[in-house]
């Protein structure tokens, strides 16, 4: 099967994926009771206004009262037409809102992956060249320790001892109409907050080291594993026969660990992430994805719920489908006929 077919075959079946996931979605949170709709009677209620009037206005600003399968082929059309919808809470478009917050999870996102990865392959290849060492101990007792600490206890650590030892306040705090990218950015979705024009580095500082050290622990642990796996193959040997130092020794290594390491990356990583983002950006105050998303679900915002579920969705089935090119491209076995 050429390599032309390999990816139409499984960008087919990631688009496949995303429908199924959307519409599950959408059906989970379209079919169930609107928690907010007693909260409006019970305010029309307390106000002296009629609570029935109240809920049918509110059903039918959401189009609530519309059939199912119409207000799901609606969405599906404006889904492929790239039309969000508005959202609820704000009235500006689902793509503005969600793009609006998007860039200040990456500030600390593309960091925190990146310094994972590069640091615990490095450190796990270093401690299965030198097993049973003083380092070989150390590096696995840090990643123990990295794994059973709860993220947001550590986020907690980190930010006292800022305030405490450091005298600075380790929150990211943005105005609405701030934009770190030099033009206009509005979040409607969060409150108004003191502008705050510093350094970002040092603002995301805290949530780097806290996500970092999340996902270094795994990274750690499984590059260590399955460097072990290989260094004693008779590979290793030939080359240290031939006079072949560490750095090469450790290249060969890493490459015949690739395809595990990479499934490690694309899978595990991307768990991990979808979980902690909340956590981290609850307890540093960043108004990002997270942040937008949990408004949205406490206010039962449809549309905005739907694009944060879309977002998601589309990282994940596409980090798939990139582990499956990966697979391909690091041993073309992978996914052959003669499989």
Same mark, same amino acid.
């Given at each position: 099967?050429?390599?032309?077919?390999?990816?139409?075959?499984?960008?087919?079946?990631?688009?496949?994926?995303?429908?199924?996931?959307?519409?599950?979605?959408?059906?989970?949170? *379209?079919?169930?009771?609107?928690?907010?709709?007693?909260? +409006?009677?019970?305010?029309?209620?307390?106000?002296?206004?009629?609570?029935?009037?109240?809920?049918?206005?509110?059903?039918?600003?959401?189009?609530?009262?519309?059939?199912?399968?119409?207000?799901?082929?609606?969405?599906?059309?404006?889904?492929?037409?790239?039309?969000?919808?508005?959202?609820?809470?704000?009235?500006?478009?689902?793509?503005?809102?969600?793009?609006?917050?998007?860039?200040?999870?990456?500030?600390?996102?593309?960091?925190?992956? !990146?310094? #994972?990865?590069?640091?615990? +392959?490095?450190?796990?290849?270093?401690?299965?060249?030198?097993?049973?060492?003083?380092?070989?101990?150390?590096? *696995?007792?840090?990643?123990?320790?990295?794994?059973?600490?709860?993220?947001?206890?550590?986020?907690?650590?980190?930010?006292? +001892?800022?305030?405490?030892?450091?005298?600075?306040?380790?929150?990211?705090?943005?105005?609405?109409?701030?934009?770190?990218?030099?033009? *206009?950015? #509005?979040?409607?979705?969060?409150?108004?907050?003191?502008?705050?024009?510093?350094?970002?580095?040092?603002?995301?500082?805290?949530?780097?080291?806290?996500?970092?050290?999340?996902?270094?622990?795994?990274?750690?642990?499984?590059?260590?594993?399955?460097?072990?796996?290989?260094?004693?193959?008779?590979? +290793?040997?030939?080359?240290?026969?031939?006079?072949?130092?560490?750095?090469?020794?450790?290249?060969?290594?890493?490459?015949?660990?690739?395809?595990?390491?990479?499934?490690?990356?694309?899978?595990?990583? !991307?768990?991990?992430?979808?979980?902690?983002?909340?956590?981290?950006?609850?307890?540093?105050?960043?108004?990002?994805?997270?942040?937008?998303?949990?408004?949205?679900?406490?206010?039962?915002?449809?549309?905005?719920?739907?694009?944060?579920?879309?977002?998601?969705?589309?990282?994940?089935?596409?980090?798939?489908?990139?582990?499956?090119?990966?697979? *391909?491209?690091?041993?073309?076995?992978?996914?052959?006929?003669?499989?």
């Amino acid at each position: 099967m050429s390599f032309q077919l390999k990816v139409a075959r499984r960008g087919a079946f990631a688009v496949l994926s995303m429908f199924l996931i959307v519409t599950v979605a959408f059906a989970f949170v *379209t079919l169930t009771e609107d928690p907010n709709v007693g909260a +409006v009677a019970y305010e029309a209620s307390n106000t002296g206004g009629d609570p029935k009037e109240a809920v049918q206005a509110y059903r039918e600003a959401r189009n609530l009262n519309d059939p199912f399968l119409q207000r799901y082929a609606k969405w599906m059309m404006n889904v492929a037409t790239l039309d969000w919808g508005l959202s609820y809470s704000t009235g500006q478009s689902v793509l503005g809102v969600l793009g609006s917050s998007l860039p200040f999870t990456l500030l600390y996102l593309v960091p925190s992956m !990146l310094l #994972s990865l590069v640091i615990g +392959v490095t450190v796990g290849l270093y401690s299965a060249l030198n097993q049973h060492s003083l380092s070989d101990k150390f590096a *696995t007792a840090t990643a123990y320790f990295s794994l059973g600490t709860p993220n947001f206890w550590l986020a907690q650590i980190l930010f006292v +001892v800022a305030i405490t030892q450091m005298n600075w306040v380790p929150y990211l705090y943005i105005a609405p109409g701030f934009d770190i990218w030099g033009g *206009t950015l #509005s979040l409607p979705l969060l409150p108004d907050v003191p502008l705050l024009k510093g350094d970002l580095v040092k603002y995301y500082s805290l949530p780097v080291v806290t996500l970092t050290t999340v996902l270094l622990a795994g990274q750690l642990r499984y590059a260590r594993a399955e460097s072990l796996e290989y260094v004693d193959a008779d590979f +290793v040997k030939i080359a240290k026969a031939k006079g072949a130092g560490p750095i090469r020794i450790a290249v060969h290594i890493l490459r015949n660990a690739a395809i595990p390491l990479v499934a490690l990356f694309f899978t595990d990583m !991307l768990s991990v992430l979808v979980l902690n983002i909340f956590v981290i950006e609850f307890a540093f105050a960043i108004p990002g994805f997270a942040q937008v998303s949990m408004n949205a679900i406490t206010a039962r915002d449809l549309p905005l719920i739907l694009g944060m579920t879309m977002v998601i969705a589309l990282v994940g089935v596409f980090g798939n489908f990139l582990q499956d090119m990966a697979y *391909t491209v690091l041993d073309p076995r992978v996914g052959s006929d003669a499989e």
